[in-house]
Nanobody, 115 residues
């Protein structure tokens, strides 16, 4: 069983920054992919960013140049540096991990961008 624990959400104004963090508890297996999805109010969940274990990072077009995903393979952690936040970034952000052909999700953390 893999557990993902997220932290770092909150309320910010447009143009401000936030950092989300996620730690995965897993032993004996290598996590293949770690990343983030988000679900805006009234909308479907959408990919934000992810990284394969030894691959490059992939970002949604809407966050390129503003968000940076950092992955720590040794400690099974992933973080999302979010800069220049916009109203449309308001969503519940979910960390996820893929290993052994299964996908595991965190509980979600709320990010609200409001003036």
């Amino acid at each position: 069983q893999v557990q993902l624990v997220e932290s770092g959400g909150g309320l910010v104004q447009p143009g401000e920054s936030l950092r989300l963090s996620c730690a995965a508890s897993v032993s004996g297996f290598a996590i293949e992919t770690m990343g983030w999805y988000r679900q805006p109010p009234g909308k479907q969940r959408e990919m934000v960013a992810f990284a394969k274990r030894y691959g490059s990072r992939v970002y949604a077009d809407s966050v390129k140049g503003r968000f940076t995903l950092l992955r720590d393979n040794v400690n099974n952690k992933v973080s999302l540096e979010m800069n220049n936040l916009k109203f449309e970034d308001t969503a519940v952000y979910f960390c996820y991990a893929e290993l052994s052909q299964s996908t595991y999700w965190g509980q979600g953390t709320q990010v609200t961008v409001s003036s």
